[in-house]
């Protein structure tokens, strides 16, 4: 099957490399697809009186960004895209925004906690995406 734009969430996880990973080579067997790759920080945030304190997410996104740029290497219709919030909805929400045609989404995350059976991010994507969604184990 042919898609022209493929959405990928990517968070530096084994099975979001294996993603990202699949995710290429469909775009390159496909000759013209987009690869749309996602990266979402849900990093909590502390309010000490008025100050407001975000625990080093900038800096894991940028870790996350030079990973995802050594392994897409010479793949040229890449477009990379950092967002913050709830993870599932910011890429139903992104995938939207491109008119994504399939998204490419690890089977478990970093986060441990939520992911006894498939992982609650693959899972709600699964369940509330309009197009189709292939998930990595």
Do not use: C, W
């Amino acid at each position: 099957m042919l898609y022209s734009k493929i959405v990928v969430a990517y968070d530096g996880s084994e099975t979001s490399e294996k993603a990202l990973d699949s995710a290429l080579k469909i775009a390159k067997s496909n000759h013209f697809s987009k690869l749309h790759i996602i990266h979402v920080s849900n990093v909590t945030t502390y309010v000490l009186g008025e100050a407001i304190y975000v625990p080093q997410a900038l800096d894991y996104s940028d870790e996350v960004i030079a990973k995802i740029k050594s392994k897409i290497g010479d793949h040229s219709d890449v477009h990379i895209e950092v967002r913050s919030g709830s993870i599932a909805k910011e890429i139903l929400h992104y995938a939207g925004e491109v008119n994504a045609d399939l998204i490419v989404i690890g089977s478990r995350g970093l986060n441990g906690l939520g992911e006894f059976v498939l992982g609650s991010v693959s899972h709600n994507v699964a369940q509330h995406a309009k197009v189709p969604v292939l998930i990595i184990k």
